[in-house]
């Protein structure tokens, strides 16, 4: 019996390239063989143009190809393998695209179980919400509430700054107010709430006495031995801001782990640049090397959340196995 599709919910009070990091996720699931529905409830359409684009642009550029290979099938010549892989990269990143539904919050409540039901074939269902969490009279907007229940797994995104920090005061508010609703009524809140930490590492100041203290090479005698010496200082840097970037994920652990647990991957926003949102591109369809470097930051991501989910699922059995026995 196939597993029903997992609930995957974006939720933040402010906007942190969500819809462009659910965009890439989506293209990373499609391009591991998963099927993923979004629901767009954000009111503006972006995310279900992006990939009606990025459908038209792959389109095209498979026909551009096929017309490639058989010229030079025609004229007797060798077919690059690189053309050749391209071809089938993209004829598996149609065949498997995302399929996008756009629902208001209100629509989405209303019609959560018709959709599931019609997408349980489907791998993943996920959910990107309007960025706020509080209506006009600051309080938590039911809807969202209901849909941090119904999910297997909520992401919420930050930005390592203070407001950003009084929203995550009022997210695990929620969660904490959700937990105490289920273990009321005599159940148990289920839900994998987790935390993605955005960071900039270019306005990150890497901490220069660190750095000029772990410098082995001291000999500036020579441009070869100058140069050698500059990319070591450059390599410490991003080391020593990744060290940075690991000490704000624990501090923020230590203030919010209990209700919204930090993935161990952040999204480095070097991984959105790449990104023409607006032509239908991700960093997936990228051959730059900075779409290679920010394809192997975020694929860290997407491994993360796959492993947050599969928590959810042990979870689920352990507790079907215990009522069942």
């Not at 010229?71 to 007797?76: M, R, S």
């Not at 031995?225 to 704000?248: F, H, M, T």
């Amino acid at each position: 019996m196939n597993q029903p599709a997992k609930i995957l919910a974006l939720i933040s009070h402010k906007s942190i390239t969500k819809t462009t990091t659910i965009s890439n996720l989506s293209h990373s699931l499609a391009l591991q063989g998963y099927r993923t529905l979004i629901i767009d409830t954000d009111g503006v359409p972006a995310i279900q143009m992006h990939i009606e684009q990025n459908k038209e642009v792959t389109e095209k550029r498979i026909i551009k190809n096929k017309a490639k290979v058989e010229l030079l099938k025609n004229k007797g010549r060798a077919i690059n393998q690189s053309l050749l892989d391209q071809l089938e990269y993209d004829e598996f990143a149609l065949e498997n695209r995302p399929i996008v539904i756009a629902r208001s919050l209100y629509e989405l409540d209303a019609q959560f179980d018709v959709i599931k039901r019609d997408y349980a074939h489907f791998d993943f269902i996920i959910v990107d919400v309007p960025a706020k969490v509080l209506d006009s009279k600051n309080n938590p907007i039911k809807e969202i509430k209901r849909l941090i229940s119904f999910s297997d797994l909520v992401i919420t995104p930050y930005k390592g700054d203070t407001q950003n920090a009084v929203t995550a005061v009022t997210v695990s508010g929620i969660i904490e107010d959700l937990k105490y609703d289920a273990v009321s009524l005599g159940g148990k809140f289920t839900t994998k709430v987790r935390s993605l930490l955005a960071f900039d590492p270019a306005r990150i100041k890497a901490n220069s006495k660190e750095v000029s203290a772990n410098l082995t090479l001291t000999d500036t005698s020579t441009t070869a031995a100058r140069l050698a010496r500059n990319a070591e200082r450059k390599a410490l840097k991003e080391i020593d801001r990744k060290n940075q970037i690991d000490a704000d994920i624990r501090a923020f652990g230590d203030a919010f782990g209990e209700h919204q647990k930090p993935l161990e991957a952040p999204l480095i926003f070097r991984s959105i640049y790449p990104n023409q949102f607006n032509k239908g591109q991700t960093i997936y369809n990228a051959t730059t090397e900075s779409a290679k470097i920010a394809q192997a930051e975020f694929n860290l991501v997407v491994k993360a959340i796959l492993e947050a989910i599969d928590e959810t699922s042990l979870v689920a059995t352990a507790q079907n196995e215990s009522i069942t026995n």
